[in-house]
């Protein structure tokens, strides 16, 4: 048997052309499934970023990224790899925006898939990387993560469609399936090393539906089941995310049982629980654990003419592109017009710099992830950590942990304007609870991010969150752009006092919503933040300073 050399690893491991040729299938799904995440990304930011990060928004980017420039001012480009910072403006805002959605289409119809994923990372890193606290979830990182990933598994081609010429190489793929074990994997792990007893004692879904960030109707029936289906809903998540996702390192028929567990896993997730796009990603990623011999009998006979390669054939083109001691350039797969001279040497060496590009992006997301993922337990680690801190701005390379301390109750924060500061109107939400008669509904993908800071606010003090007082600063002059994030406004001129009280909420019972007909029932727990007003020169003033509030987390 002759001996291969690392030539041929490389080409085996990174070269699409010597790709995993029976995966053409789940790519394709799982390339359009990311390109519709991406396009509910945009089109969420499409309503919201002015009011977010716009010159007269909450948390404007220009001050953001003024303060990165301060802070590393030779390596603030680095730091913050922004396409604002030419410039901030809500036109730039908007442009950006809409780039990103035009290019989310187009991947989705598969023209230019590279270019048109790599215009939808630039465009997306650009609002994670000059938000601060508005982007600092760990869907993001797992969508750009995905996203820079798929740049070296997408086919090549203005349209591709299956790409059978180009196969997913098989570093690209396994990253991807990687990426979906270690979000599972790390959110266990992290539930075991936090210690949080409701964890232990299989209580952690009691009140969990009620508790989330944004809930579902649907999860208002399922909270009130019986205590044994959720102490075995908390069993079964620690169950299938420290031992059933090893199955993605079996053979192809337990990888096919392990996703036909997971798959209506995530769909109940979905269905009781708003978490933006982030279970949709999983759910997508789940598609890489089938191949086309499974998917194939799924396809419609009308479009199986587009497979160039017959799904019968995969397995032994996988074999004969780069055969048992077959030389280092690998057979072509039809008959191709001879390359002579500069040509194909140009050709050789434009492939034989993808290919060492490949390598070394993908070895090193490989070993962040995988030095990030032993800390989890480990605290201290001998390992360089150089290379994890180069990669952190881009986001690319992270560390999970979903759920690891579960929340003890419901907290809102509610904005309120006054002409007389005794009488107050709450200024309404779109998406998050508020009044008690509203059901909880569905609607992510889509991500309200304004509102899902304010569930993280709600679970610590004020001085922690400044984009409480912030939001004040700009109700009192009823800016539009933020004006825009509330369902509306209910002052025909500025308020003179605004002020944010926290109110602490509880699903109704089955009884309490027969009698009323109300989903929630609610109890105010006093002032979160300073009440403001403006004084005669135009100044923010304080009213009155919050108490101490009962303890809540």
């Known amino acids: 048997m002759q001996e291969r050399n690392p030539g041929y690893l490389l080409r085996w491991l990174f070269d699409s052309r010597s790709g995993a040729a029976d995966r053409l299938i789940p790519r394709w799904l799982f390339l359009r499934a990311l390109a519709a995440i991406y396009f509910s990304a945009f089109y969420s930011l499409l309503f919201q970023i002015k009011g977010l990060i ?22 603030r480009f680095w730091y913050a790899p922004s396409l604002f910072w030419i410039s901030s403006s809500s036109h730039a805002l908007m442009v950006v925006t809409w780039i990103g959605i035009v290019a989310s289409v187009m991947a989705f119809l598969s023209l230019w898939p590279r270019i048109t994923f790599f215009v939808c990372f630039v465009c997306f890193l650009a609002f994670v990387s000059s938000s601060g606290d508005f982007s600092s979830y760990q869907s993001d990182g797992m969508l750009l993560e995905a996203g820079f990933i798929s740049l070296l598994f997408a086919p090549a081609g203005w349209n591709p469609g299956l790409g059978a010429s180009h196969p997913p190489s098989r570093a690209s793929l396994f990253l991807l399936q ?25 209580t952690a879904m009691d009140e969990y539906y ?42 192809r028929r337990v990888r096919l049982i392990c996703f036909l567990i997971v798959t209506p896993w995530e769909i109940g997730v979905i269905l009781t629980a708003n978490y933006t796009f982030l279970n949709y990603l999983v759910l997508s990623l789940g598609f890489l654990l089938l191949d086309d011999q499974t998917l194939y009998r799924f396809v419609p006979a009308r479009f199986r003419r587009q497979f160039e390669i017959p799904p019968a054939g995969r397995a032994a083109l996988a074999e004969a592109v780069l055969p048992e001691g077959s030389p280092d350039e690998p057979p072509e797969l039809s008959a191709m017009p001879a390359r002579t001279g500069i040509v194909k040497r140009l050709s050789a060496l434009l492939n034989a710099i993808s290919i060492a590009v490949s390598a070394i992006m993908l070895s090193w997301i490989f070993y962040d992830t995988t030095v990030e993922m032993i800390g989890i337990p480990l605290r201290r680690i001998p390992f360089p950590t150089a290379p994890i801190s180069a990669l952190e701005p881009f986001r690319i390379a992270n560390q999970y942990g979903l759920f690891a301390v579960m929340t003890n109750g419901r907290y809102e924060i509610e904005f309120q304007g006054s002409d007389d500061g005794i009488n107050w109107t709450p200024y309404l939400f779109r998406y998050k609870p508020q009044a008690l008669n ?14 899902w800071n304010l569930w993280f606010a709600s679970l610590s003090d004020w001085r922690l969150n400044e984009l409480v007082p912030l939001t004040e600063t700009r109700l009192l002059v009823s800016e539009p752009d933020v004006l825009a994030l509330f369902r509306d406004n209910p002052f025909a001129s500025p308020p003179r006092y605004v002020r944010a009280v926290l109110w602490r909420y509880w699903f109704t019972t089955v009884d309490e919503r027969r009698k009323t007909g109300n989903w929630w029932r609610r109890q105010l727990l006093g002032l ?8 005669p020169e135009g100044r923010v003033a304080v009213v009155q300073w919050p108490e101490e509030l009962p303890l809540h987390n």
């Open 54 to 75: 716009g010159p007269a928004g909450i948390l404007p980017a220009h001050d953001y990224l003024a303060a990165v420039a301060r802070a590393f001012p030779s390596t």
């Open 178 to 202: 990687w990426e979906w074990f270690r979000i599972y994997f790390e959110s266990g792990m992290v539930k075991l090393v936090s210690g949080d007893p409701q964890w232990r004692h299989l």
């Open 210 to 251: 009620q508790n989330g960030p944004l809930p579902t109707w649907i999860g208002w029936y399922v909270e009130h089941l019986p205590h044994w289906f959720h102490a075995a809903s908390a069993a079964g998540t620690l169950v299938l995310e420290l031992v059933l996702v090893w199955m993605l390192f079996f053979p």
């Open 438 to 451: 509203e059901a909880p509904r569905i609607y992510a993908p889509y991500q309200p991010r304004f509102e």
């Open 528 to 535: 979160y933040a300073p009440e403001l007003t403006l004084t």
